[in-house]
């Protein structure tokens, strides 16, 4: 059903999606394959009210996201990639409790089951059911110093292991501009892990490569964001993608933004004179150098 009025008639990548069985689930894919969309970036998303605290649970919810994209690609003949990974803001909240009720131990634990969700996640990965792992990070509201270090502390492990590994991250972090993502290059140095893999979730839309320093943004395309994208993006020469961070949340709809949105804003872009060369290489070239070929 692609109306042959749109101009950008090439392949259509959301790079940050929810899906959520008790959301829109395959209504909500079926929406982006209606207006033009063609490929998902399909992100675990924690169940906020009760995280994983076992390495077997960590398996089994990662289980069930893989599970939900092969039932999109099966339903709508989508290409979908999977990414999966602790979320920080699930992550934090737990880290807190489990302090406050165990001190140094509750500490220990937390950061045990952290890892776990990494292990667990880095096997789908290794297995090819996974190309990613995320959304990884640092909370993006205020707390405490302990929280923010041991934040870092682990993300920065996280991404030695992704440098290890040859893995993207896609990252949530909080919404600082130039500070953030020099913190993110400077920390990927330390790690070894070559910048480009740092894929910034939620990015701003300016995405000057003085300002980016060689992270890939994932910009979301809110309504404002075309016009500082449109004079950002010939001074980026990493690369870039969209997304709408639809969250498929039923108590909360709207929040964030819809799944027509990539393809519609798309074929604004295309309209507003960014060239085909560059969202060819949005939507196709840059995710498949970073997560591996969409095979056919
Ligand atoms: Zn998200």
């Keep these: 059903m692609v109306d042959a009025q749109r101009p950008w008639k090439g392949p259509i990548l959301d790079n940050h999606f929810h899906l959520n069985r008790n959301g829109r689930f395959l209504d909500a894919a079926k929406d982006f394959k209606n207006v033009g969309g063609t490929h998902l970036v399909h992100v675990h998303c924690p169940d906020f009210s009760s995280p994983p605290t076992s390495l077997s649970e960590h398996r089994e919810t990662y289980a069930d996201t893989i599970a ?7 339903e709508h003949d989508l290409h979908v990639r999977v990414v999966l990974g602790p979320h920080p803001a699930a992550f934090a909240h737990q880290f807190i409790k489990w302090m406050d ?10 950061c045990e089951n952290y890892r776990d969700s990494i292990d667990a996640a880095l096997e789908f990965v290794q297995e090819g059911q996974a190309h990613a792992i995320g959304e990884v990070g640092r909370p993006h509201w205020d707390v405490s110093d302990e929280v923010w270090d041991l934040s870092n502390l682990l993300l920065e492990e996280t991404m030695t292991l992704a440098a290890r590994e040859g893995i993207p991250l896609q990252l949530h972090v909080e919404g600082e501009l130039e500070s953030t993502y020099r913190d993110l290059s400077e920390m990927a140095s330390r790690a070894n892990l070559p910048t480009h893999r740092l894929i910034r979730h939620y990015s701003p839309p300016q995405i000057d490569e003085s300002i980016t320093r060689g992270l890939t943004s994932s910009v979301l395309v809110g309504k404002g964001a075309l016009d500082p994208l449109l004079a950002s993006y010939e001074n980026n020469k990493t690369g870039f993608m969209l997304e709408t961070d639809y969250m498929d949340d039923p108590r909360r709809p709207g929040a964030v933004l819809g799944p027509k949105t990539v393809p519609k804003r798309t074929q604004q872009l295309i309209e507003a004179g960014m060239d085909e060369e560059m969202l060819w290489k949005c939507h196709v070239d840059v995710p498949n150098a970073l997560y591996g070929d969409a095979e056919d």
């Design 68 to 74: 939900m994209a092969n039932e999109v690609r099966k």
């Design 101 to 110: 009720e165990d001190g140094d131990k509750g500490l220990e634990r937390a």
